[in-house]
T-cell receptor, first 113, second 113 residues
């Protein structure tokens, strides 16, 4: 597709479960970002990939959160032992290099019950 | 910590009028600024960006002004239309990367027909 694709669009999980959220960036974009957005707030930075490596993971809240991008394209955000406070919309964005604007996907709404 | 804030959480304008949305940032090292539009249930949509070596940049019906002296930027929308109704976020980069953005809480723009 032409834009950033995120799957699933909605995910409901039980507290304590493990979840994976997928992001398919715009073709040719080398930089990929994960953000989290709570209701009524602006997006909050989690992690940034340049190619396959995490260039900046300073926004990951704790070691339950982990992200990979093994081939420099698709990325997966992994959350272990989910907590109700993890409920939010998880947004992925990509850009051509790290000097261009980031384009966002529609997000995955995660609800932990 | 670093912050980006919008001056008004809501703004209501008449269709056809010009809109001005203001934003302040705190990090003097920020050198990249960007505006996004977010409609309900969707991801942020890129509007316009500006680097710190410029003080003005124009797009289609939009203009961004940057005042580094007072750490302030604004988004001007000309001839506002009902389709412009959305939440608008400004963001500034943190650190060297353009991808680690700090977002404000957003201004909800309502356009009255």
């Amino acid at each position: 597709g032409a834009g950033v694709s995120q799957t699933p669009s909605n995910k409901v999980t039980e507290k304590g479960k493990y979840v994976e959220l997928r992001c398919d960036p715009i073709s040719g974009h080398t930089a990929l970002y994960w953000y989290r957005q709570s209701l009524g707030q602006g997006p909050e930075f989690l992690i940034y990939f340049q190619g396959t490596g995490a260039a900046d993971d300073s926004g990951l809240p704790n070691d339950r959160f982990f992200a990979v991008r093994p081939e420099g394209s698709v990325s997966t955000l992994k959350i272990q032992r989910t907590e109700r406070g993890d409920s939010a919309v998880y947004l992925c964005a990509s850009s051509f290099g790290d000097r261009g604007p980031a384009f966002f996907g529609q997000g995955t709404r995660l609800t932990v019950v | 910590g670093e912050s980006v804030g919008l001056h008004l959480p809501t703004l209501s304008v008449q269709e056809g009028d010009n809109s001005i949305i203001n934003c302040a940032y705190s990090n003097s090292a920020s050198d990249y600024f960007i505006w996004y539009k977010q409609e309900s249930g969707k991801g942020p949509q890129f509007i316009i960006d500006i680097r710190s070596n410029m003080d003005k940049r124009q797009g289609q019906r939009v203009t961004v002004l940057l005042n580094k002296t007072v750490k302030h930027l604004s988004l001007q929308i000309a001839a506002t239309q009902p389709g412009d109704s959305a939440v608008y976020f400004c963001a500034a980069n943190y650190g060297g990367s353009q991808g680690n953005l700090i977002f404000g809480k957003g201004t909800k723009l309502s356009v009255k027909p």
